[in-house]
Nanobody, 129 residues
Framework: VHVVESGGGLVQSGGSLRLSCTSS????????LSWARQTLGKGSEWVSG???????YYADSVKGRVTISRDNAKNTVHLQMDGLQAEDTAVYYC????????????????????????WGQGSLVTVSS
């Protein structure tokens, strides 16, 4: 199993970025995929997720500003982020599997460290004010 993110970078406040995530070694069309982020101040949180049937999840902190989509033909998930703010600055991780809303920051970090095959290496998004 291999998960790779791309698309991070530096953007001005109010700007947009699109993160992408490709996965191999799994039946992609049957898989849920999620995005989590880790910040220095607030720890880790689930940002968004998309299930195999197309259902989506968004954290309240990004709802209305973020859109997740999937292209099963390309084994790719995209996270379109608009109206970015300084508090969106974080390392964004793509993960195989659904988001678990009730999971604590510490547990998200633990899951990520103990399931390296199912998580990407992280993509830094920096929003300048």
């Amino acid at each position: 199993v291999h998960v790779v993110e791309s698309g991070g970078g530096l953007v001005q406040s109010g700007g947009s970025l699109r993160l992408s995530c490709t996965s191999s070694g799994v039946t992609f069309s049957d898989s849920a995929l999620s995005w989590a982020r880790q910040t220095l101040g607030k720890g880790s949180e689930w940002v968004s997720g998309i299930y195999s049937d197309g259902r989506t999840y968004y954290a309240d902190s990004v709802k209305g500003r973020v859109t997740i989509s999937r292209d099963n033909a390309k084994n790719t998930v995209h996270l379109q982020m608009d109206g970015l703010q300084a508090e969106d600055t974080a390392v964004y991780y793509c993960a195989l599997g659904p988001p678990i809303e009730s999971m604590s920051s510490a547990l998200i970090n633990s899951v990520r460290c103990n399931n390296v095959d199912a998580w990407g290496q992280g993509s830094l998004v920096t929003v300048s004010s």
